[in-house]
């Protein structure tokens, strides 16, 4: 969607093609509208120094739409009818950068500590914030592993429709797969040939056990539904306090008791009033007449 540099000739002009408006700075103001936005929407909190960020990201969408000043964008933004256009500029403020197998410890946990005890039994996992995928298609390596084809269920949110897009696609590059162990690589994901080397595709049938779905984590889910596993990771570190008590209501709303929340290794729930317990750094459960961790 971007332009060659240079004006274009007069003749390529008569053809059609018409040169793009140059974008003006993204003002202080304009900036701080911007934050406003996204923390309203999404409870994510854009530190001072994401201005050139926001900047970069937001330029090539005003190109596209003929706007020459982001003035004229939040104008636009905010009319009534432009619900579209709304979510378009959740999609691109939102981060999502993510990979497989990202902080291993967690999965191994899985593995050794909780799955054994859901052999033979039910098993709903929810990966809160799942990106582009790697993290739900993580797990569900993880559960076919472990429980093979058994009574388990994963669902991925994220309140970004593009990501959702490219999760439901389950294609990617090997380099983000790079630390997948050898044998899950050859068992649960197809090598790319052709116009998709260097790509792999996750495999069908792993694939049909993922369901995916837009969900803003400022909203409570459907009543009555409870998970047995919640992984947020690299997501409370968007949030202001505030927000992060309000999400970890949410969720712990959504865990069944003795349910487990997985967060990052980097976030911690310091601050927050919370019935969950810290079982180890990082991984936190809703008391249950049983204490302990499964």
């Known amino acids: 969607m971007g332009s060659p540099e240079g004006s274009p000739a007069r003749g390529d002009a008569r053809a059609g093609t018409m040169p793009q408006p140059d974008v003006v700075p993204l003002k202080d103001r304009e900036f701080e509208r911007f934050r406003h936005f996204i923390h309203e929407r999404a409870g994510i909190n854009l530190a001072p120094h994401k201005q050139q960020m926001v900047s970069a ?4 969408r005003l190109r596209h739409l003929g706007l020459r000043s982001f003035d004229a964008y939040l104008e636009r933004v905010f009319e009534p009818d432009q619900d579209h256009e709304r979510q378009h500029l959740v999609d691109l403020l939102t981060t999502n950068e993510t990979y497989f ?7 191994e946990y899985l593995r050794e500590h909780v799955l054994p005890a859901y052999r033979g039994l039910g098993l709903q996992v929810w990966s809160a914030a799942c990106s582009t995928g790697e993290e739900v298609y993580t797990l569900a390596m993880v559960l076919a592993d ?6 388990w269920h994963i ?4 309140i970004s429709r593009r990501v959702l897009d490219q999760a439901r696609q389950g294609l990617y590059p090997l380099e983000r797969a790079r630390h997948l162990p050898r044998a899950w690589l050859e068992r649960y994901c197809l090598k790319g040939v052709r116009a998709q080397a260097g ?15 837009q969900h803003n984590l400022l909203q409570p889910r459907r009543d009555g539904e ?7 990771r690299n997501v409370l570190i968007y949030f202001d306090p505030p927000t992060k008590q309000r999400v970890i209501d949410r969720l712990f709303e959504s865990l069944r008791p003795g349910g487990l929340l997985f967060i990052s290794h980097v ?19 809703r008391p249950s007449a049983r204490r302990g961790a499964p």
């Open 199 to 213: 790509n792999l595709l996750i495999e069908p049938k792993l694939k049909s056990r993922v369901k995916l779905e």
């Open 226 to 232: 409870r998970f047995d596993i919640v992984f947020l």
């Open 146 to 151: 472990a429980l093979g084809q058994g009574d």
């Open 101 to 107: 197998y990202r902080e291993p410890a967690h999965f």
């Open 57 to 60: 990201r937001l330029q090539r």
């Open 155 to 158: 669902l991925g949110t994220d």
């Open 267 to 285: 976030e911690s729930l310091q601050g927050i009033k919370t019935p969950l317990v810290m079982i180890r750094p990082s991984i936190f459960q």
